[in-house]
């Protein structure tokens, strides 16, 4: 999964990226019954979302509900967390509507670690996206770490 480069990407752009079917490549290695597989998918994730350009970032959304799902799982709940909080802090305000339905529709889960998650995620987003509107001095008084 690590053997491609970032900037071979940013590069080629949209319609090569969709050509390649990385994507799709990506959100089957996360439904692996493989844990490793799991996260190095994950981490592949992460790693688009840290160095890739802004334009990947719907892409990454639908990628969400795999992510979610591995929140059950012991040995992979600490990657999906990490990179689901990648993926919350590359969008814009105009996914909202597209991550919110996505959170929502993870309640019907019936793992409770997913709705766990689903519910921390929610928080995270909607703090990201209110701290364009709180005053920066608001902000540096207080913790929310």
């Known amino acids: 999964m690590s053997a491609f480069d970032i900037s071979s990407v940013n590069s080629a752009g949209v319609l090569a990226f969709e050509a390649s079917g990385l994507l799709e490549t990506l959100k089957t290695n996360m ?66 509507r597209v991550i919110t339905t996505v959170l929502y529709e993870s309640f019907t889960s019936m793992k409770w670690q997913t709705k766990k998650g689903e519910s921390f995620y929610l928080s995270i987003y909607y703090f990201l996206r209110l701290t364009h509107f709180i005053p920066s001095t608001f902000l540096s008084t207080h913790s929310y770490t």
């Open 31 to 96: 439904a692996s019954t493989s844990a490793d597989t799991a996260i190095a998918a994950m981490g592949t994730i992460k790693k688009l979302c840290e160095e890739c350009d802004q334009w990947i970032e719907p892409y990454l959304v639908s990628a969400l509900p795999a992510i979610l799902d591995n929140l059950a799982a012991p040995k992979t709940a600490t990657a999906a967390s990490e990179t689901g909080n990648a993926i919350l802090k590359k969008s814009n305000s105009h996914s909202v």
